[in-house]
T-cell receptor, first 115, second 108 residues
């Protein structure tokens, strides 16, 4: 059974640009969550999507957005990149979503460097 | 107050010893509890989940849950150098809340 797939794995962007990251969840999983991880802040919750609807959102500015498609694949977008957006972006999938208590499984992450 | 608190460490133990990792949480309504391991430069991977008070064992790993004290722990017996990693505690409420992780080093 394939795991959670994230693309691209590594990317470098310039301040002010925008970036789109993609995530394909485990087959059959309908919930996709996104996290930002930096050395100083740990894992910070961005948002969760379930059946194409945003179910929950963390405390990030509106520059961070996401969406989910009918096949459960998800994308997140960051506009007007700032140096502080440099981080590991992790996607996690679960069967029924975070509130159900189901385990969440992480992808390998996308390493974003903003210069 | 953070939802989930962990000692950041670093925690160092000699090979073969027991490593004890602790976690406290603030939401008494939390129902599901997880331990993830994260190697440097890698993504978190699930070690164990626990839902009921008491102990749950899986190989060298034992998770302990005490809901009255709002406390979760992970014991690693016969620690190996390959166990050196950051261990993340996670608790569910309306979302997954992660602690900042405890860095463990097992010294050969």
């Amino acid at each position: 059974k394939a795991g959670v797939t994230q693309t691209p794995r590594y990317l470098i962007k310039t301040r002010g640009q925008q970036v789109t990251l993609s995530c394909s969840p485990i087959s059959g999983h309908r919930s996709v969550s996104w996290y930002q991880q930096t050395p100083g802040q740990g894992l910070q919750f961005l948002f969760e999507y379930f059946s194409e609807t945003q179910r929950n959102k963390g405390n990030f500015p509106g520059r961070f957005s996401g969406r989910q498609f009918s096949n459960s694949r998800s994308e997140m977008n960051v506009s007007t990149l700032e140096l502080g957006d440099s981080a590991l972006y992790l996607c996690a999938s679960s069967l029924s979503g975070q509130t159900s208590g189901n385990t969440i499984y992480f992808g390998e992450g996308s390493w974003l460097t903003v210069v | 107050q953070k939802e989930v608190e962990q000692n950041s460490g670093p925690l160092s133990v000699p090979e073969g010893a027991i490593a004890s990792l602790n976690c406290t949480y603030s939401d008494r309504g939390s129902q599901s509890f997880f331990w993830y391991r994260q190697y440097s430069g890698k993504s978190p991977e699930l070690i164990m989940s626990i839902y009921s008070n008491g102990d749950k064992e899986d190989g060298r790993f034992t998770a302990q849950l005490n809901k009255a004290s709002q406390y979760v722990s992970l014991l690693i017996r016969d620690s190996q150098p390959s166990d050196s990693a950051t261990y993340l505690c996670a608790v569910t409420g309306n979302q997954f809340y992660f602690g900042t992780g405890t860095s463990l080093t097992v010294i050969p």
